[in-house]
């Protein structure tokens, strides 16, 4: 036995079966604009017990603390102003567009230095 075994599995969700012309009739509903559905008592069923669900949303990014000087905060506020970026994102532009140059020589500064 594994570890990989000790998952818990989400049990599956069997899926209600609807025939081909129950879809064809809601597909012209929906195309016209009319909100038909066939069965609508399915779709109460459905909804009220998805209302006990919690949404599950994958982090796309980690939060991460680290200081900056006065004077880079209000320079960085300044270029999120002017640009319409938030203020992560364009840090997250910064170091991306860094790291993809490569021509910033990071060994050469000093970790004492003041960069403002």
Do not use: W
């Not at 998805?50 to 939060?63: A, F, I, N, Q």
């Amino acid at each position: 036995m594994s570890l990989a075994d000790l998952k818990k599995k989400k049990p599956q969700k069997k899926r209600k079966k609807l025939t081909v012309e129950d879809f064809i009739d809601d597909a012209q509903a929906y195309s016209k604009g009319e909100p038909n559905i066939s069965r609508p008592e399915e779709l109460i069923q459905s909804t009220s017990a998805g209302s006990d669900c919690k949404k599950s949303t994958k982090k796309r990014t980690r939060h991460a603390t680290f200081s900056l000087s006065e004077q880079c905060i209000a320079q960085l506020g300044e270029l999120a102003q002017e640009s319409g970026v938030n203020k992560s994102k364009l840090i997250r532009m910064m170091v991306k567009q860094i790291k993809e140059q490569g021509s910033v020589s990071i060994k050469n500064i000093s970790p004492d230095e003041d960069l403002d």
